[in-house]
């Protein structure tokens, strides 16, 4: 048995309890890439059928009773109407590569692979500036839930973290 394996079967024995909490936030970026790639399969589905973007976004809109009149919701509505084939590929490969970093992240949390973890508290970081600027720009429930969920989440992989590297000082401290 090699010394990695070894290891990593030591690592994976200590870890019980946070075994639930990284599978359940590996869940959730597996499922953020699965609906980005869902959205860039409705996008390429409603380009082939040659769909008014406008429309299609005014009917998104109806269907989720969201208030037309908002202002959020006419930038969405003139963002739709300023669809273009360059936008397109953009939006596509940005889907795309958000999804593959999703499951990626998904897949190291899931293993409980530090890598991952690190990941995570980068990615989830990232985002934080701009959470944060939505939030004070236009303050409304959905903003805040988006901006608590990723504090939550980066806060959590940051305790693992700090749990593991605590064990593990302990762990090579001489008796």
């Not at 690592?11 to 590996?26: D, I, K, N, S």
């Not at 890439?33 to 409705?42: C, E, H, I, K, S």
């Not at 429930?141 to 305790?159: A, D, F, K, S």
């Amino acid at each position: 048995m090699s010394a990695t394996h070894t290891t990593h079967d030591h690592r994976m024995a200590q870890r019980p309890a946070h075994r639930a909490g990284l599978r359940t936030v590996a869940f959730w970026e597996a499922l953020k890439g699965g609906l980005a790639l869902l959205g860039a399969y409705v996008f390429i589905r409603m380009i082939r059928r040659d769909v008014d973007f406008t429309e299609a976004a005014e009917h998104v809109l109806f269907h989720l009773h969201i208030n037309p009149h908002h202002r959020w919701t006419q930038q969405f509505l003139h963002a739709a109407g300023k669809v273009s084939s360059t936008n397109i590929a953009m939006i596509l490969s940005i889907a795309v590569v958000y999804a593959a970093l999703r499951f990626i992240e998904g897949y190291g949390l899931w293993r409980q692979r530090i890598w991952a973890e690190w990941l995570a508290i980068i990615s989830g970081c990232i985002y934080l500036p701009f959470e944060i600027y939505q939030v004070i720009r236009h303050p409304n429930e959905l903003h805040w839930i988006i901006l608590g969920i990723n504090i939550l989440v980066v806060l959590y992989i940051g305790w693992v973290r700090w749990d593991e590297i605590k064990d593990g000082r302990q762990q090579s401290a001489p008796v």
